[in-house]
C-alpha cells in the first residue's frame, strides 16, 4: 500500500489534512455515514487504505476520534467513515452539515490479512458499529471472490432498527457471501434470527484447518466469538481481533492505548487473539 | 592536521572556579543554560549562568516518600544525587502547543504544525541514570516508525554536562539497573569533582571546543585513574551495601544507610507478566494514592494527553499536550467506559510497563534506577520493594 511505503518519519505526526464532507448519510439511530473528500488534490490522490485501518477525525475547538474506514479500499476517493454519536467529538460531528471540513490524519494501524485469508474460508463475525471496519474487507472479497473460499458475515444488532447497512446485504449474497443476521430484541415485524452473534456459529459447517476468522464488535461479544472459534478447532493465530482501546495520538507517543505489550493504535488495531490470549480476559487490564 | 580542539576521549583538568568559563562559553554560543538550583527545598533544574548559584554544600537525603536538603560537612558542588526534575521537563516539557488552526474570515480552516523555540539548551550536572533515561525517551520519540518532530527540535541541539556520582542515595539502584553510577556515553562533557578541581572527559566534538576556550591543563595518568575511581568505587560500594544491608558500613564511600535499593532484574519481565493476577497487586492498590507523582518525576515515562485551547470567537484554536498518567482514570477511558478502574489495576499497568512489556516495545527496560519514584510516593511505595515481594511469593 502507499500508505505503507509513504515516509511517515519526515514529517510532524500531527499534521492535519483538511477534507469536505462530500455526503452524509443517516443509517441508523444515532449513526451517519460521513463521505470526506480532500482539499489538497496531491493528497486525495496519493491516499490509500487497507481495510481495518483507521483516521483521526478532527474538529478544531472540540478534539480528534479514532473512526475506522468504512468504504471499499478499491476507491479510496469516496473515503466514508461510519460513526455512532458516543462522546464529543461524534456528537459535535452529527451537527455539521455537507461542506463542512474535517481534519484526517491517517490511515492508521494494522489491517485485517486480505492475503493471507487467500484460499481460506472467511468467517466475518460482528456486532452493532462493528460492523463498519469490516466492510472494507467485504468490498475487497467481492473484488477477489475467486481467491476466497467459503465466506459468512455474521452479523448481530440490538434490534433490527440498529442494523447497519441492511440495504447492502443482497448485493453481497448475489456476489457469494452468505450473511447471516440476528438481533438481541426482536419486535413484531422482525422475521429473522435472535440471539447472540456466536450462536450463529451453530448453523455454520466450517473446516477448521482451512478458515479464519475476523472479529470486531464488543469485547464481550468478541470473547464469545473467539470461545465458538477456539471450540471448532480453529488455530489461534487464525482468529483476528479488532480491538478499541484510548487511541489518542494514533502513533504509539501518548501511551493512552496499551494493552499489555502493545499499542493498539500502531499495533493494532487487528491482532490475532493469539498476540493477545493472555490479556483479553483480565479484568481491568 | 590536528584538531583545533580537545578530542573526544581526551581527560583535561581545570580549576573549580573555570567551571563558570564553561557556561559562559555556552551562553556565548547561544545555549540556555540550565543547571541544579535549590528551590522549594528541594535540587531542581532552572536557569544557571553563574556557578555561584549552584547549591554548593548541600546535599540530599531521599528515602521512600521523604526528600530533604542538608548542609554537606565536605562542601561539595555536586554532593547531591537526582532531583524531582530531569532531563525530560526540557525535550518533553510538561505542556507544549502541537498544532495551531486557525478559521478565516470565509470560515475556511488551515493549519500549522508549532514548533518550539529554536534556542538550545545546555544542562549542566546531568547524572548517568538520567542520560540514560533519555536514550529511553530516543527510543520512543525518535526510533519508532514517527517521529516526535517537537522533542526531536529540542533534542539534538541539546549539550549535556554530565557529572559522574561521588555518593548515592538510599533510593539510588541504578547499579541494579546498569544504568550507573558512572557515565558511559550520552554526554558532551564529563565532571568528575575533587576538593579543588574537576577531571572533564570530553564526550563530543562541541564539548571539545567549548573546554578547549577555558583554562585546561592536560591530565595526567594518576588524574584519570582518580576520576574513573571515583564512581568506580561508589558502585563497588552499592553493591556492597546490597549484601550488608540492612545496617552495616560500606567501607569508606558515602552510601545512605540502613535503606539502599536493589532490584534483582533476572526475567523480570516473565516474573511480572506471570503474576499479573498476584494479590500483591491489591495489597499495593490499597496503599497507592493513584496521585500520578511517581509518572510526573519519572524521567522515562511519556504518556501524555492533547486538550484543545479556542480562542473566544473560536477562530484559533491550539493543540496542547501536557503530561498524563496511567494513575487516571482518563488515561484508558472510552466511551465504552474506563478499561482501568481500580487503584490497583493502573499500579499493575506502571509497574508491569516500566518493567516489563517496554521490552517487549523498546527492547530495554523503561527503568533507570533513579529512584525518584520511591523518594515523590507520597506513601513511599517502593517499586524495588513490590518487585521482591512478587519474587519472593508467586502464590
Not at chain 1, 489491517?111 to 468490498?139: Q, T
Not at chain 2, 575511581?229 to 558515602?254: C, H, I, Y
Not at chain 2, 501524555?304 to 496511567?326: G, I, P
Request: glycine letters at 8%; hydrophobic letters at 35%.
Amino acid at each position: 500500500m502507499m500508505s505503507a511505503a509513504m515516509d511517515h518519519r519526515a514529517s510532524s505526526p500531527w499534521t492535519v489534512h483538511w477534507a469536505n464532507i462530500s455526503k452524509m448519510a443517516a443509517e441508523v439511530p444515532g449513526v451517519t455515514t460521513y463521505e470526506l473528500t480532500f482539499g489538497d488534490p496531491l493528497i486525495a490522490r496519493e491516499y490509500q487504505f487497507s481495510p481495518g485501518q483507521f483516521n483521526m477525525l478532527y474538529l478544531p475547538g472540540v478534539g480528534e476520534s479514532a473512526i475506522s474506514i468504512s468504504s471499499d479500499p478499491a476507491e479510496p476517493e469516496k473515503l466514508e467513515h461510519t460513526v455512532r454519536v458516543a462522546g464529543n467529538v461524534t456528537r459535535a460531528m452529527s451537527r455539521l452539515h455537507v461542506g463542512d471540513q474535517i481534519g484526517i490524519r491517517g490511515p492508521y494501524g494494522s489491517a485485517w490479512p486480505m492475503r493471507s485469508c487467500r484460499e481460506h474460508d472467511v468467517v466475518i463475525a460482528c456486532g452493532g458499529i462493528g460492523l463498519a471496519p469490516l466492510r472494507p474487507a467485504i468490498h475487497h472479497i467481492i473484488h477477489h471472490r475467486d481467491d476466497y473460499g467459503r465466506v459468512y458475515l455474521l452479523y448481530g444488532a440490538r434490534t433490527a432498527k440498529d442494523l447497519l447497512y441492511t440495504e447492502q446485504y443482497d448485493a453481497w449474497r448475489n456476489a457469494g457471501i452468505e450473511v447471516e443476521v440476528t438481533v438481541d430484541i426482536g419486535d413484531a415485524e422482525y422475521r429473522g434470527h435472535i440471539g447472540v452473534v456466536p450462536i450463529l456459529f451453530y448453523r455454520l459447517r466450517l473446516k477448521p484447518e482451512r478458515t479464519r476468522v475476523l472479529t470486531c464488535g464488543p469485547e464481550v461479544m468478541m470473547r464469545f466469538v473467539i470461545f465458538e472459534a477456539l471450540a471448532r478447532k480453529i488455530k489461534r493465530d487464525h482468529i483476528h481481533v479488532s480491538m478499541e482501546r484510548n487511541m489518542s495520538c494514533a502513533v504509539g507517543l501518548c501511551g493512552h492505548c496499551q494493552l499489555g505489550p502493545t499499542f493498539v493504535c500502531k499495533d493494532g488495531p487487528v491482532f490475532t487473539y493469539q498476540a493477545l490470549e493472555p490479556y483479553l480476559n483480565l479484568e481491568n487490564f | 592536521m590536528a584538531p583545533r580542539h580537545l578530542p573526544v576521549g581526551s581527560f583535561v583538568r581545570i580549576d573549580k572556579h573555570d567551571l563558570q568559563s564553561i557556561l559562559d562559553s555556552l551562553s556565548q554560543r547561544g545555549y540556555r543554560t540550565i543547571g541544579p538550583r535549590l528551590r522549594d527545598d528541594a535540587m531542581v533544574y532552572d536557569e544557571l549562568t553563574r556557578v555561584s548559584d549552584l547549591p554548593i554544600g548541600y546535599i540530599d537525603e531521599q528515602d521512600g516518600g521523604r526528600y530533604r536538603v542538608v548542609s554537606d560537612p565536605q562542601q561539595r558542588w555536586f554532593g547531591y544525587v537526582v532531583g524531582p526534575h530531569s532531563l525530560k521537563n526540557f525535550v518533553f516539557p510538561p505542556h507544549e502547543t502541537l498544532l495551531r488552526s486557525h478559521r478565516d474570515a470565509d470560515g475556511l480552516w488551515s493549519t500549522q504544525t508549532e514548533l518550539p523555540e529554536t534556542r538550545p539548551v545546555a544542562v549542566l550536572g546531568v547524572r548517568s541514570c538520567d542520560l540514560r533515561a533519555l536514550r529511553v525517551q530516543d527510543r520512543v520519540f525518535l526510533e519508532g516508525p514517527y517521529v516526535d518532530v517537537h522533542y526531536q527540535s529540542r533534542r539534538e541541539p541539546l549539550f549535556l554536562v554530565a557529572v559522574n556520582c561521588a555518593r548515592a542515595a538510599a533510593t539510588c539502584f541504578c547499579h541494579s539497573m546498569k544504568t550507573g553510577p558512572a557515565v558511559r556515553g550520552g554526554h558532551d562533557l564529563a565532571l568528575t569533582e575533587f576538593v579543588d578541581h574537576f577531571v572533564i572527559e570530553v564526550g563530543s566534538d562541541t564539548g571539545g571546543e567549548v573546554v578547549t576556550e577555558t583554562n585546561w591543563t592536560p591530565c595526567t595518568i594518576e588524574e584519570v585513574q582518580a576520576a574513573n575511581d571515583v564512581p568506580q568505587r561508589l558502585s563497588s560500594a552499592m553493591q556492597l551495601r546490597d549484601k550488608t544491608l540492612p545496617a552495616s558500613s560500606a567501607g569508606d564511600v558515602e552510601v545512605d544507610h540502613p535503606n539502599g535499593r536493589y532490584l534483582d532484574i533476572r526475567g523480570i519481565r516473565e516474573l511480572l507478566l506471570d503474576n499479573l493476577e498476584h494479590a500483591r497487586w491489591q495489597a499495593v492498590g490499597k496503599r497507592c494514592l493513584s496521585c500520578a507523582n511517581c509518572t510526573m518525576v519519572c524521567p522515562t515515562c511519556f504518556c501524555s494527553s492533547v486538550e484543545e485551547v479556542a480562542s473566544l470567537t473560536q477562530d484559533n484554536v491550539e493543540r496542547k499536550r501536557s503530561w498524563a498518567s496511567c494513575f487516571t482514570a482518563e488515561h484508558s477511558y472510552m466511551n465504552s467506559g474506563t478499561v482501568r478502574k481500580t487503584t490497583a489495576s493502573r499500579y499493575r499497568q506502571w509497574l508491569t510497563h516500566k518493567l516489563a512489556t517496554w521490552h517487549d516495545q523498546f527492547g530495554q527496560s523503561g527503568c533507570v534506577g533513579c529512584g525518584r519514584c520511591i523518594t515523590w510516593c507520597p506513601v513511599g511505595i517502593d517499586l524495588t520493594v513490590e518487585v521482591a515481594a512478587l519474587r519472593g511469593d508467586k502464590s
